[in-house]
């Protein structure tokens, strides 16, 4: 199971990479929006969320099967 929440976390740092990439994009675009700038920056709150989520099971996972054994 360990290995499950480290690669869903795998998964939502990349999502929060191309998040963070796409928030680059539009910094240097004049004409770009704020309103989209806003959801990407709520986007990267909540990936980053989902990213400590998963980190935090798969410290749990791991000290539980340490346990076990």
Not at 32 to 46: C, D, F, K, N
């Amino acid at each position: 199971m360990t290995d499950e929440s480290l690669t869903r976390a795998e998964e939502l740092l990349a999502r929060l990479e191309a998040a963070r990439d796409e928030l680059d994009r539009l910094g240097s675009d004049e004409n770009a929006s704020p309103e989209r700038a806003l959801e990407i920056l709520s986007e990267l709150s909540e990936l980053a969320k989902a990213v400590e989520e998963e980190l935090e099971r798969a410290k749990r996972e791991a000290e539980s099967d340490a346990a076990q054994s």
